[in-house]
């Protein structure tokens, strides 16, 4: 399965005054000036360069004000280095390595991140991946989504971690903090591909990659909902992009969430809880997966993170507080 990447890098800035009445392409060597212009035409034709939030072209004039943004590729794997960081663990063999990854950590290197990254803890916590696309890492999580990964140490388990993916054999479930609340769960069946304006967006498109996502209500508030959601696909952004899509986002999306919402007469704790989580509502609680070559059953779950287990305390109290 090839599972479609976003890069968490993403550089932004102001077209300067002084360039008004020039061209777009002329013009971006200016703003990102250790790229050259051949790079950022490249990038500009890729739709990985937007114009105040829409993909623009390159002989577009600009004006002076307007915000530009650069969405970095991922480095080559060749050009990742090993990194002495520690690696929160939770199982290790000699051919896979389950990692609870904390909220903040991006999985691989970009053009501006080259380092720091789990997949250069990787290469230094197990040397023997540095063979292996992406540093053995088969499924990835965004930049603030915590929780539970599996990485392939030796290219057989690659290999075969690859087919269970595809075959919907891997088990994933997360827990979402949602704006709203569904009645029931359910499934949503809906394509995912690029934004069609805006790169740095995935989107519910018809000419999408074929996305299933199953959820259940696990705890009702008085206006949001914490979710089981369970993954039969891997597509970028994938739970993200299917709440948002069926109108319950992930409370503190930057991406897909929209505006702040509250229920009536607030709890002012629950004002400043939800203004101050600054990522997205998203953990990746619990794996289960047959071991690659001993096909043993195997799984595993992550304590909820401090900073998701307070929003829910305050969702809980301000709910109490209107009973």
């Keep these: 399965m090839t599972l ?5 890098e993403v550089l932004t800035a102001t077209v300067s005054e002084a360039s008004s009445g020039e061209r777009l392409d002329k013009v971006l060597p200016q703003i990102f000036p250790p790229y050259s212009r051949s790079q950022l035409q490249a990038w500009l034709k890729e739709g990985r360069v937007t114009l105040d939030g829409s993909i623009p072209a390159g002989r577009l004039m600009v004006y002076g004000g307007e915000v530009v943004s650069l969405e970095m590729p991922p480095l080559p794997v060749l050009d990742w280095l090993p990194e002495l960081i520690p690696i929160p663990v939770v199982y290790e063999d000699s051919d896979i390595a389950v990692i609870d990854k904390p909220a903040g950590w991006v999985v691989h290197p970009g053009a501006g991140n080259p380092s720091g990254t789990l997949a250069n803890a990787l290469l230094h916590r197990f040397p023997q991946v540095t063979g292996l696309p992406r540093a053995g890492i088969v499924h990835r999580l965004d930049k603030d989504t915590s929780g539970l990964l599996v990485v392939a140490l030796t290219e057989a388990a690659r290999t075969e971690l690859i087919r269970a993916l595809e075959a919907r054999e891997i088990k994933r479930e997360y827990l979402a903090v949602v704006n709203g609340c569904p009645i029931t769960g359910g499934t949503v069946d809906a394509p995912i591909g690029r934004h069609p304006k805006n790169r740095l967006k995935m989107a519910v498109t018809e000419r999408g990659r074929p996305a299933l996502t199953d959820y259940r209500v696990k705890e009702r508030f008085r206006g949001h909902g914490l979710l089981a959601v369970s993954l039969q696909t891997g597509r970028t952004h994938q739970i993200r992009v299917h709440m948002s899509h069926v109108g319950f986002p992930l409370v503190g999306d930057p991406l897909y969430g929209g505006r702040l919402q509250l229920p009536p007469k607030p709890d002012p704790k629950l004002i400043t809880a939800l203004e ?21 059953p195997l799984g595993w779950e992550s304590p909820v993170p401090a900073d998701l287990t307070e929003l829910l305390r305050t969702l809980a109290t301000d709910s109490e507080s209107q009973r």
């Design 4 to 8: 479609e990447e976003a890069s968490d």
């Design 276 to 296: 101050q989580f600054s990522r997205q509502a998203l953990h990746a609680r619990a794996l289960a997966l047959h071991h690659p070559v001993t096909q043993e």
